[in-house]
């Protein structure tokens, strides 16, 4: 790549391809500009994601200790051990969820990272 490419932004390359006559150059930037674009997209729907299994995190939290610590008498054993383990089931999900998140989160940054380096 020469420096004046190098120097460049994508605008820039896309201008000197069309001038040059370069089509296959013209056809590369677009479907750069495209897959980077689909590629944001993606980690702007998994931080929403994020946000919002964060929060369902934090109420199944609430929850399960709602559940451990009753502010009114325990009538059944059964029904009190019940509505724990059916809460921690709850946390457990929206942990791994969340976490899944994460990762799908960090997967993307890195293709961001390695694959489109300006």
Do not use: C, H
């Amino acid at each position: 790549m020469s420096k004046v490419t190098e120097t460049l932004g994508f605008f820039g390359n896309l201008v000197l391809a069309k001038l040059t006559g370069d089509n296959n150059q013209v056809t590369a930037l677009r479907i750069e500009k495209k897959a980077k674009a689909a590629v944001r997209s993606q980690i702007a729907a998994a931080e929403s994601a994020i946000s919002d299994l964060e929060i369902a995190k934090e109420n199944a939290e609430e929850a399960l200790e709602e559940a451990q610590v009753p502010t009114e008498m325990i009538s059944s054993n059964e029904n009190y051990i019940g509505k724990i383990i059916s809460a921690q089931s709850r946390l457990d999900t929206a942990t791994e969820k969340l976490e899944d998140a994460k990762t799908t989160l960090a997967y993307w940054n890195e293709m961001l990272e390695t694959k489109f380096k300006s």
